[in-house]
Each structure stands twice: as C-alpha cells, then as structure tokens.
C-alpha cells in the first residue's frame, strides 16, 4: 500500500543544489507525515527535516535556511530542495514515512525509502 521512490541524489560542488524527490507509488493511500533522514559514513543516521501534508514543515538546525520542503499532491511526492551545499552535507539520504491518509482513513507506519547518495565535493 506504500512503495517509496526516491531519486535526485548525485554529485555537485560546494554551494551547489539538489533536488531529492520521495514518491508513493503505492496505491489508496497518500503521505501525510514524513521525514528526510541522511547518514554520512561512519555515522549515525540523523533527522534533516519534518514534513506534513498541511505544509508545516521543521528543519535541524545545521540546514535551516539552505533547504525547504514542497509537495506535488498529484504526483504524492515530497521533495527535499537543497541549496549551498556543503561537504558534510555528503551522504545517503533517505525519506520516511510515518502516517498516511485516504479521505478520513489514516494509517501510521514506518516505511522507508532506498536512499539517496548525495556527494558535495569541488
């Protein structure tokens, strides 16, 4: 009921940007809660951002105001904009998914996404 896609990952120099995109091409339901997770190497996996289908969206402190969060309800996709990269912006991305919705129908998960890698490096 939930399958997750994600792509937009590559490689990009410091201060350049990315797109990272999270799709459900599950059917019936739609993604409300979900967050981007990422895991450079050697570390522990850590939380990039918070999303719900109402728009509110939180970030970690190390990426405010260098990325944002949008949605394409048609496509039930969620995107993760990433401007002026950084190197330890480096590794693999991953978007979760913790609740999803169908008219009033709501279900919570824990689905995950394959991952990303992203690599900012001149």
């Known amino acids: 009921q939930v399958q997750l896609v994600e792509s937009g990952g590559g490689l990009v120099p410091p201060g350049g940007s990315l797109r990272l995109s999270c799709t459900n091409t599950?059917?019936?339901?739609?993604?409300?809660?979900m967050g981007w997770y990422r895991q450079a190497p050697g570390k522990e996996r850590e939380l990039v951002a918070t999303?719900?289908?109402?728009?509110?969206?939180n970030f970690a402190d190390f990426v405010k105001g260098r990325f944002t969060i949008f949605r394409d309800a048609a496509k039930d996709t969620v995107y993760l904009q990433m401007d002026r990269l950084k190197p330890e912006d480096t590794g693999v991305y991953y978007c979760?998914?913790?609740?999803?919705?169908?008219?009033?129908?709501?279900?919570?998960?824990?689905?995950w996404g394959q991952g990303t890698q992203v690599t900012v490096s001149a």
């Open positions: 979760n998914i913790r609740s999803v919705y169908s008219g009033t129908l709501a279900r919570e998960g824990d689905w």
């Open positions: 599950g059917s019936f339901f739609s993604i409300n809660h």
């Open positions: 999303s719900d289908r109402s728009g509110a969206a």
